[in-house]
C-alpha cells in the first residue's frame, strides 16, 4: 500500500510499467539494493535494509513535496518489479553546488540488464517531467566506468559536461535540457 493522495501518474511503455511505489516493494528493493552487480557502480557499498526502507519511504516524499519523483518499474510480462527511475531534488555535496537542478535517475534488477529496460522506462519518466515543468535543466551524475548508464544517459538527451569528485570518487556529471550546454 502507498499513500493514495500523492496522484502518481502511471505511465506505460510498450514493455514496463512506471507506477507509484508501494509498501510492498520493499522485499524486492532490498534485492536489488543489496545486490553487488548493482551496486558496483555507485558511490559506497551494497545498501542496508535500514538504507533502502529511508530510500522508499523518501519517494513518497519526494512525489508529495515537489510533485514529481521517482517510480516503480514493473516489467509488463511478468508484473514484477525492477527498480526505478525517475527524477528527484538532491542535495548532493557537488563541485560545482547543482542545487536548485532536479537529478535524473535509474536503478534496475541485474536480471533485466542489457534489455534496454533503463532508456526505455527512463524516456517515459523524462517525456512526463517534460511536460510537466518544461523541458527542465537536469543533472545526472555516473561513474566514469559505468559504460551502460553513459549510453542511457546519452540516449535520453544527456550530454557530459564536465567530471568532478563525488564520495572520493571520479565522477561524471550530464546536464540535460534547456542551455544544458
Known amino acids: ?45 551494497p545498501m542496508t535494509r535500514e538504507d533502502v526502507w529511508g530510500r522508499l519511504l523518501r519517494t513518497f516524499g519526494m512525489w508529495a513535496a515537489f510533485g514529481y519523483g521517482s517510480w516503480a518499474v514493473e516489467e509488463k510480462e511478468t508484473g514484477g518489479y525492477i527498480g526505478r527511475v525517475g527524477v528527484a531534488e538532491v542535495k548532493r555535496d557537488l563541485d560545482p553546488a547543482l542545487e536548485g537542478l532536479p537529478e535524473a535517475g535509474w536503478t534496475l534488477a541485474s536480471r533485466v540488464h542489457g534489455k534496454g529496460y533503463a532508456t526505455e522506462a527512463t524516456r517515459a519518466a523524462l517525456a512526463w517531467i517534460d511536460a510537466r515543468l518544461g523541458n527542465p535543466r537536469m543533472f545526472c551524475i555516473i561513474v566514469p566506468e559505468n559504460v551502460a548508464s553513459i549510453r542511457v544517459a546519452e540516449k535520453c538527451g544527456f550530454h557530459f559536461w564536465r567530471e568532478t569528485t563525488y564520495k572520493d570518487e571520479p565522477t561524471l556529471i550530464f546536464l540535460r535540457g534547456s542551455q544544458a550546454k
Open 1 to 45: 500500500m502507498a499513500p493514495e493522495n500523492l496522484d502518481i501518474p502511471i505511465l506505460s511503455t510498450p514493455r514496463l510499467i512506471l507506477r507509484g511505489h508501494r509498501l510492498e516493494d520493499f522485499e524486492a528493493s532490498v534485492a536489488i539494493w543489496s545486490d553487488p552487480v548493482v551496486c558496483r557502480y555507485f558511490h559506497g557499498a
